[in-house]
DNA sequence: GTGAAAGCGCTAACAG
DNA sequence: CTGTTAGCGCTTTCAC
């Protein structure tokens, strides 16, 4: 920057302002300003920059995996409505690793590197638990966080899923499984509750063994499927925790001979793309997955700017009626 | 740091030291540091030190789209990478945008927010053309980038592809089509080649027509394969530019009473995690797609440290035999 | 309008 | 081993 002031015959102070687009600042010099800019093709440092603002423009994301299709969909919803007021997205594929959840924070929200996070992990670092400075700037997705008063968005998983066990007791069906998440999964509770909640308003018993699953894999949706068909007295459907299950469930279900939705109907949860292109075509609950992550992200930008924010934001799933589920036969 | 100093009653240097773990200094000291850095929960700020030391430990990735499964694995291979090395990954899905692509690289990388780029796009932004410094610090992954001398880590599209054509028509396949890509794509235009050189091995005709697509999705897919069925001359077998376009394909066959593969074989690329769940399960080229990542990762890391690195690194492909592929009826 | 100068918080000579 | 000090490159009072 000394180079241009030099250049363009300015002080450093006049180069800044000019940079900045300040009204304080003649015509002829901003012109000079620029002129000595383009020469020289100079780009302000933003380390520097940053560390005289005190922003980074930076957010980190902590998310479980990546791969996962509905997570990366929450995550274009946040790099969109991030870049749209010029943030940047830092992501961090946790995996569950507390303690690298722990240093991470440390060294981005902490350390000035980031100026938010935005959790997908469904649970606060411990680093940050009481650490009064950082709950302001901190916002969950997807999952909510307890007892932290950190702001959220999510759906409503558990009246979601009442609405998919209930549209399974309404074609008839009464001996209904379900696969669920890994264990100590927010989410997973959430479902199940909803999955118990529709079957007790409905009087249908859940025999033990009827509740399976274990994580939100296409590999656990065939274990759990292949389980629940072993029984003496198989479901006739299934509520999957996800889409990936539910996949699963119907490819070890049609690899018994056992055809969905004639012989077991199945569904899924999230909508991931290839929902309407498997066969049959998976009925699921549709979640607003890049709404989540433009929501969230705009949450965090709110509370950055000081603005006070809803506590925590629900939004709406749409049930998709495709050909995995039918009346019993 | 001031108020560490303080308290524990040495300089800012010997501060500074004992936080970086310098054999320079005292274990007396280093305890003293220790308990005061206990007492107040003091982090070092990052930004400040990346001023100092003019590093940021900070990766940008320029990604098509983050949600494409593929892409989403090679990131993980990225950040898998990047977190061993210390360092944080950025992302930025740029959809194509070369006007974004080209402001990102100045402030990110021009502007020493981050120290490396790493690119999916397959092009690199024109502001970092003819910028020398910048050269040393950008890294191609998946699709290489013509004619800048930047290195990059990738596969053999043409050959695989090839090879899974050169299986068709082992297979007995005579009349095949080609449901390529976007068209100004690198990987489309490889992917195409390595199609036309098969078929021209075998002396086999690709009649006008015959080669469709479009775009890397499952729509193009259906949409593909409904104006190939619509011919009078209809292919007995596809050979898609990637899975979504594969299974696309499979959805549009069997909506018109075609059944996969007894009437039609279809052969897909990259082998994402629902090749193996759909029905039937797709014959397909598998990626390194972790590999790419973390070797891409690697690749920049070496860069970033003065070391030496080959200039395209070219991993092995495999190709999968499930069961959208048979003999032609 | 413009410039001089004081830091933002840290690290690395350099001198003890 | 330890402390003093000079910046890293920028923004922003404060005076002119």
Do not use: W
């Not at 030099?6 to 302002?17: D, I, K, N, P």
């Not at 010099?29 to 930076?58: D, M, P, W």
């Amino acid at each position: 920057m000394a180079d241009i002031a030099r250049l363009a015959g300015v002080s450093v102070a006049t180069v800044s302002r000019a940079m900045a687009g300040s009204s304080l600042v003649s015509q002829e010099n901003k012109e000079r300003v620029a002129s000595a800019v383009r020469q020289t093709g100079y780009v302000v440092n933003q380390v520097a920059r940053g560390l005289r603002l005190q922003r980074s423009g930076l957010v980190l994301v902590m998310v479980p995996s990546i791969a996962n299709p509905f997570f990366a969909h929450v995550l274009l919803g946040i790099e969109e409505a991030l870049q749209e007021a010029g943030f940047g997205m830092l992501v961090a594929n946790t995996g569950d690793d507390h303690a690298r959840e722990d240093v991470l924070a440390r060294s981005m929200l902490t350390g000035g590197k980031t100026e938010g996070l935005i959790l997908l992990t469904g649970h606060c670092p411990d680093s940050l638990r009481d650490e009064p400075q950082a709950k302001g700037r901190i916002v969950a997705v997807s999952e909510e966080i307890a007892g932290q008063g950190i702001p959220s968005v999510t759906i409503d998983n558990a009246a979601a899923m009442r609405e998919a066990t209930a549209h399974l007791i309404g074609l008839g069906h009464r001996r209904i499984a379900h696969l669920a998440g890994p264990a100590g999964n927010g989410l997973t509770v959430q479902r199940l509750a909803g999955f118990h909640a529709a079957m007790r308003e409905a009087g249908l018993p859940v025999p033990r063994g009827m509740v399976g699953g274990g994580a939100f894999t296409i590999q656990a949706g065939e274990e759990g499927m292949s389980r629940l068909l072993a029984r003496q007295a198989p479901p006739t459907a299934v509520v999957c925790a996800n889409d990936e299950i539910a996949i699963g469930a119907i490819k070890a279900a049609r690899e018994r001979g056992i055809p969905v939705p004639a012989g077991m109907s199945v569904v899924g949860f999230d909508d991931i793309d290839v929902a309407r292109a498997v066969h049959p075509g998976l009925t699921t609950i549709r979640q607003p997955r890049q709404d989540l992550g433009r929501e969230a992200a705009r949450m965090l930008l709110a509370l950055l700017a000081g603005e006070a924010v809803v506590r925590n934001l629900c939004l709406p799933t749409q049930m998709i009626l495709r050909a995995s589920t039918a009346p019993p036969s």
